[in-house]
């Protein structure tokens, strides 16, 4: 059994440290999925995996096997063989030559201790020119010195660290020095202060869904070739925010559950303190059913999508670790309120990621039918980045109507053949009709927040089709 002890840092002009969890709910699931992912069937590293964590090409680095081990005993285990231990504070400060810095680790008195520990470092911000060498010597380290290769592809670092021979409070003093001048950093003393608590086991079957869901829709939903424009969520008008839990109504479960609307997965506010709480839903038979059914269905259209190789393989991967998560199934009708919860989330995913495609394919159609062909009223791709969402999707498209509308108009009204011919006769001071949507689709939000988790629809926020008015 390994013991993980985690932290979160960034390399660079001004080298930082600080506690990881408080800012990301998803630290340790992503952390223990990376590492999942890290070896293939042989157990044998895959490709990817030395550069992901700052393993050097040289076959004796001593994290290469500590990151094979690990991999290969998350994968039998389930991350049973893990346990998690946070440091009560971490102090960050140059050393009297100036070419390295001294991170010091408060470590909480603690049995885990007595395993094997290995210190994680995870990147918010890894360099991106080139490949930066960086060697961590510390009499708390097995071996005492140990070296990194960071490049934009290195996601964590991994070092292995001394089994403690008592319970007492540890102190690790570890000096980072790197082989480029570019990490060298002023007088820099911080802290970094965590719960100091193991808090793998406030890590619920609700969160861990969660984070799986973020990853799936990572994987699942079309890749944006550009960053487009930030759209806050919360300058948009709002429905009043409705609960997600027993007290929810039947009608509005069965409204939902039959909505098309695309949804947003949200934290509107996370601290250390504010583990997500299971979810639960109290769905009647036939509801429960009709949940399974579209279940069903969006599963076998994303399946499709991917064997025609529109969707990435690895989300099909993601989709069965959320099946089991879940642990729905839509013949049993006694299935408890946390399972229908996550049912009911993993649905509502599904259905936001099948109608990106759905879309894309439709505008596909149009740009490829000779009838339509020209700058004719119609529906187009109108993509918006979204701020501050843990989970996602990152971004959403609203769409958008572009084109003309000469004679013959394309869905024009009586009031826009009258503009039309107005304009064409030469009343210049009259304006012709414009390409507009005609109807709407919302934009639903789920949210979490310490009070539990709510669903709020932005109405008219989707065009979906579009006319001449």
């Known amino acids: 059994m390994f013991l993980l002890i985690l932290l979160w840092s960034s390399f660079g002009p001004a080298a930082t440290v600080s506690a990881a969890r408080q800012d990301d709910p998803c630290f340790v699931d992503d952390l223990v999925a990376a590492l999942h992912d890290a070896t293939g069937k042989d157990g044998e590293l895959l490709a990817g995996s030395p550069a992901s964590f700052g393993i050097c090409s040289e076959s004796d680095s001593s994290s290469r096997p500590v990151l094979s081990e690990l991999s290969v005993g998350i994968q039998r285990n389930d991350r049973r063989g893990v346990e998690v231990l946070d440091p009560a504070a971490v102090l960050v400060s140059d050393e009297d030559d100036q070419e390295s810095i001294m991170v010091t680790f408060d470590l909480p008195q603690s049995q885990l201790l007595k395993m094997k520990p290995v210190l994680i470092l995870a990147f918010k911000s890894p360099p991106t020119d080139g490949e930066l060498g960086v060697t961590f010597s510390s009499q708390s380290l097995q071996p005492n010195t140990q070296s990194a290769c960071i490049s934009g592809r290195t996601l964590y670092i991994l070092l292995t660290g001394k089994s403690s021979e008592g319970n007492v409070e540890q102190k690790w003093n570890i000096s980072v020095q790197a082989k480029s001048p570019s990490t060298k950093t002023g007088t ?166 099948t109608r990106a495609y759905n879309m894309q394919r439709k505008l596909r159609a149009a740009r490829a039918d000779p009838s339509t062909r020209g700058p004719i009223c119609g529906l187009g791709s109108l993509t918006v980045s979204l701020e501050k969402l843990v989970l996602g999707p990152q971004s959403a498209d609203l769409n958008n109507c572009r084109g003309s509308c000469a004679i013959p108009l394309i869905n024009g009204n009586n009031h826009a053949v009258l503009l039309t011919y107005h304009t064409e006769q030469g009343n210049v001071n009259e304006r012709g009709p414009c390409c507009v949507p005609l109807a709407y689709d919302p934009l639903e939000v789920i949210d979490w927040n310490d009070e539990g988790s709510f669903l709020t629809s932005k109405p008219d926020m989707v065009a979906k089709e579009c006319g001449c008015r």
Not at 291 to 316: D, F, H, T, W
């Open 188 to 353: 820099d003393t911080r802290h970094a202060n965590s719960s100091g608590s193991s808090a793998a086991s406030t890590q619920t079957t609700s969160l861990s869904f969660l984070c799986e869901l973020r990853r799936f829709l990572d994987a699942g939903l079309p890749q944006q070739s550009a960053e487009p424009p930030l759209l806050r969520l919360d300058s948009l008008q709002a429905l009043p925010p409705l609960a997600l839990d027993l007290s929810t109504s039947e009608s509005l479960l069965a409204e939902i559950i039959n909505s098309s609307a695309p949804t947003i997965f949200s934290f509107s506010s996370w601290s250390s303190s504010f583990p997500v709480r299971p979810g639960q839903l109290a769905l009647s038979p036939a509801l429960l059913g009709e949940l399974g059914q579209r279940l069903e269905a969006n599963e076998q259209q994303i399946r499709e999508l991917i064997r025609q190789g529109m969707v990435p393989q690895k989300a099909s991967e993601k989709l069965e670790r959320l099946r089991r998560l879940s642990a729905f199934q839509k013949q049993d009708s006694s299935a408890e309120g946390e399972s229908q919860y996550c049912a009911f989330l993993l649905l509502k995913a599904l259905q936001t990621v």
